[in-house]
């Protein structure tokens, strides 16, 4: 890009601003997922020895017809965890290869790129962080003489997804014809309103390389602050999905118990 426009100082300098904000973003990424992940992890563990090895033997001391509805449940996965455990080890390992494999080939990637922007809140996270990266280079390149055509086909291929970059150029196309930039990204539906509306109005200011790089700066921020949101809103999702489990298998146990205690079977 630098080259292109012949500003190769100025275009590595915003890129070793850039590359920094993306490791911090990536490091608090990172470092805010480490305990969610040991919790998780913790929490499986758990879950699945108490499923394996805890639940068959109290089991045992069970009649069948005090059984209830969640007991049935908790002990048909049990079963089915303890008698198919090498099927589904084999099972998973080979489907993991078979999505591995399908992930190299070319329609594979343009899967998970889609896949990658569609998720809940990762998905948010990714197609910002691509927008970001799109409206920092465009702006620099028009911001430095580049014509829009030539910064669109540079720029499209450096958000880092096959379908982000697919639609700005069918974006590209739209300009060539006559058109506003903000009208086609708008109809992609991968741009927020904001972004959009923000360009359409640089657009009829003539300070679009401008705005791109505001529209990066903005984004940036809102992205960490969606991380840290996330982060705080998956911790007690873990542990109350826990505690759920946890409670139905204690329930699933405990409830044959009192009946037979009521029934005097105990």
């Known amino acids: 890009a630098g080259?292109?426009?012949?500003?190769?100082?100025?275009?590595?300098?915003?890129?070793a601003m850039f590359a920094e904000r993306q490791d911090e973003l990536r490091n608090k990424l990172v470092g805010s997922m480490i305990y969610p992940m040991v919790?998780?992890?913790?929490?499986?563990?758990?879950?699945?020895f108490l499923m394996i090895f805890v639940v068959p033997e109290l089991r045992k001391h069970l009649r069948e017809e005090a059984f209830n509805?969640?007991?049935?449940?908790?002990?048909?996965?049990?079963?089915?965890?303890?008698?198919y455990y090498h099927v589904m080890l084999i099972g998973g390992a080979l489907a993991g290869i078979a999505i591995y494999t399908y992930l190299k080939t070319e329609q594979g990637q343009i899967t998970w790129d889609r896949i990658k922007l569609k998720g809940p809140m990762l998905g948010k996270i990714i197609t910002m962080v691509a927008i970001c990266r799109f409206c920092r280079i465009l702006g620099t390149l028009l911001a430095n003489g580049v014509p829009i055509l030539q910064a669109l086909?540079?720029?499209?291929?450096?958000?880092?997804?096959?379908?982000?970059?697919?639609?700005?150029?069918?974006?590209?196309?739209?300009?060539?014809?006559?058109?506003?930039?903000?009208?086609p990204l708008g109809k992609s539906g991968l741009f927020p309103e904001d972004v959009i509306d923000m360009m359409a109005v640089a657009e009829e200011s003539n300070n679009l390389d401008n705005v791109l790089v505001q529209i990066a700066?903005?984004?940036?921020?809102r992205t960490a602050r969606t991380i840290d949101v996330a982060?705080?809103?998956l911790e007690p999702l873990l542990l109350l999905v826990m505690a759920v489990m946890v409670l139905c298998i204690a329930l699933a146990l405990l409830l044959p118990i009192l009946t037979m205690s009521q029934g005097g079977g105990i």
């Open 3 to 15: 080259e292109s426009g012949g500003f190769l100082e100025d275009v590595l300098t915003r890129i």
């Open 39 to 48: 919790l998780m992890t913790a929490g499986t563990s758990i879950v699945m």
């Open 69 to 83: 509805s969640l007991s049935y449940i908790v002990f048909g996965i049990t079963d089915v965890l303890v008698g």
């Open 153 to 183: 086909d540079i720029a499209k291929d450096s958000t880092g997804n096959r379908i982000l970059s697919e639609r700005i150029g069918e974006a590209a196309t739209s300009v060539q014809k006559g058109e506003s930039l903000s009208t």
């Open 217 to 221: 700066d903005t984004n940036e921020a």
């Open 231 to 233: 982060v705080r809103l």
